[in-house]
């Protein structure tokens, strides 16, 4: 009742600290009109920013946006959710960066299935923590059918378990984790004299091509791995990592004595969204007993594609990272590992008493055993919904969608001479730049590179568009990441005049009167 005091029509003071009202706040038994009426109230402000949004940004800048959350006395409580949804208009929802609008083209960000949303709310509610049955029940089982469904899907086999996480950076960590012991164990068990696990550590390695995610490395300082780890295996134009170029890494390392640890295969690089060729990596892992890790991050998503046969070979991995709020079209976070075979779970396995005591081991499923966090979200209920609201097939068309709308866009821009595209994609990323007219002069280089690094900074602060840039062979390349089904044809078009057109003004600014002649105008002119 007490909090229908302080809604915006009745704005009594708050009472004392420590009294009935403070507890009004509390989601429970008979307080529900409040928690319906405030869930309700936020869903509104949000439903009215996706309505009206015309640009996916604003443009402010942190200078101008900074003294807005400065300002805000986290001391002085505003005592109701339209006072606080109003301040957070200011704070947040006017210039928060919406991946929903089609032209936000930039990271690996979807636009998420309205079944997903729904349960995010009620996981919230009802918060279940999934690291023990006692904790969570049904949310146990819930998330125990998604992975065998992915694992299913991926085609690991009987023995296949897994479980959700984070992101895929946890994801690939746990998997390195899995694998370092795996191959701890192996080293000391063929040696004539074990070894101390402290002299195989620093002959551990992880090989993994040029373009693979950042994360493999973090997870290897992290795994007290030493700092020549990782092995960076070339690809080939198309970004893909080399067979061949492994096998000759794998020779090195033998003749040095250093042992293999895993091999990370990647299916979807975060820039080019190259998939390795995993079934010629799968023989050679399998022809030399290593350890493979495909990080699926991104390209899971084909799991429900017509496109599944790229993913072909993945079925050999040891482990594969699925990053659902990648491809999935999933809120962040959902994401998972899994693994071939279950019984290599338990290197993540630590007993409390308190928590999941041994002796239940056999009879009480924890989550817990199998993860590197305790408390942990129902992440998956957001994956359940999805498929039980609109099924696998209809994820699969969106993301269909996306990779077609991808196809299309790369044939505009290699028919465009004003840009240049680094590979054909595989999957839903363009990697391209401006150029100062057909024929680049290599002096003109730098100046090249700073009006496409000028143009996307130019048009993201306009807010009329989103996009990424990234480091190619030394030289700035804009990037688009298509993940919205929304996105047309138009859209993209429309990004890349403004692109254009800022790298252009940009140059005719800057390039210095004996290079201004490369300049289309100029040449025009001539
Ligand atoms: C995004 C990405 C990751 C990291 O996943 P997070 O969910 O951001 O932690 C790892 N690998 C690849 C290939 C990715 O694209």
């Known amino acids: 009742m007490s909090l229908l005091a302080h809604s915006p029509e009745d704005p009594s003071p708050r009472s004392a600290p420590g009294t009935e009202d403070d507890r009004s706040y509390l989601l429970g038994h008979a307080r529900t009109e409040f928690y319906q009426r405030s869930v309700t109230e936020g869903v509104g402000r949000v439903a009215a920013k996706l309505d ?16 807005e959350v400065g300002r805000v006395d986290l001391d002085q409580p505003l005592g109701d959710s339209a006072a606080a949804l109003d301040e957070l208009e200011r704070v947040y929802l006017r210039d928060a960066v919406y991946f929903h609008h089609p032209r936000y083209l930039a990271h690996l960000n979807c636009p998420v299935v309205i079944p997903a949303v729904v349960a995010e709310a009620v996981l919230s509610a009802v918060n279940s923590s999934l690291d023990t049955w006692d904790q969570s029940a049904g949310g146990t089982l819930i998330e125990r059918r998604l992975i065998d469904w992915t694992a299913q899907r991926l085609g690991l086999g009987r023995a296949a378990d897994g ?34 696990r402290s002299g195989v550590l620093p002959r551990l390695r992880i090989l993994t091509s040029e373009c693979s995610h950042f994360s493999v490395t973090k997870a290897a300082m992290l795994l007290g791995l030493d700092a020549e780890a990782v092995v ?4 080939d134009q198309d970004r893909r990592m080399l067979p061949v170029a492994l096998t000759h890494e794998l020779e090195r390392l033998r003749q040095a004595d250093l042992v293999p640890m895993a091999v990370v295969a990647t299916a979807g690089t975060t820039d080019f969204g190259s998939i390795d060729p995993l079934p010629e990596l799968a023989r050679v892992c399998r022809d030399s007993g290593i350890w493979l890790h495909v990080d699926a991050a991104y390209g899971c998503g084909l799991l429900t594609s017509r496109h599944r046969p790229l993913l072909d070979g993945i079925e050999e991995a040891d482990s594969v990272t699925v990053d659902y709020h990648k491809s999935f079209f999933q809120p962040v976070s959902s994401s998972a590992l899994l693994v071939r075979d279950h019984t290599t779970l338990r290197h993540a396995t630590y007993h409390a008493d308190y928590l999941n005591p041994a002796r239940n ?106 996009v990424a840039s990234t480091v190619v062979d030394d030289r700035h390349y804009l990037k688009f990441t298509l993940l919205n089904p929304d996105t047309e044809l138009s859209d993209i078009t429309a990004v890349l005049e403004l692109l254009a057109e800022h790298a252009g003004a940009y140059l005719a600014r800057h390039a210095t009167p004996d290079r201004a002649e490369l300049s289309p105008g100029d040449r025009q002119a001539s």
């Open 361 to 466: 081991a056999e009879r009480v499923p924890n989550q817990v055993d199998k993860s590197l966090q305790t408390t942990r979200r129902f992440d998956a209920l957001k994956l359940w919904m999805t498929l039980r609201v609109m099924g696998a097939d209809a994820v699969g068309r969106l993301f269909d969608q996306v990779l077609e709308r991808t196809a299309a866009a790369w044939e505009i821009l290699t028919a465009d001479p004003r840009f240049e595209v680094v590979t054909r994609p595989q999957l839903s990323t363009l990697v391209f730049r401006w150029l100062p007219g057909d024929g680049t002069d290599p002096a003109q280089a730098g100046l090249c590179d700073r009006a496409n690094l000028h143009a996307r900074e130019a048009l993201f602060a306009s807010g009329e568009g989103v």
């Open 163 to 196: 479980i959700f996480t984070s992101g895929g950076t946890q994801s690939n960590l746990q998997a390195l984790l899995l694998a370092r012991e795996e191959a701890c164990r192996l080293e000391r068990k063929n040696a004539a004299v074990p070894p101390p």
């Open 52 to 67: 009206a949004a015309e640009r996916p940004f604003t443009g402010v800048t942190p200078a101008e946006l900074a003294p």
């Open 232 to 235: 960076s295996v070339p690809c």
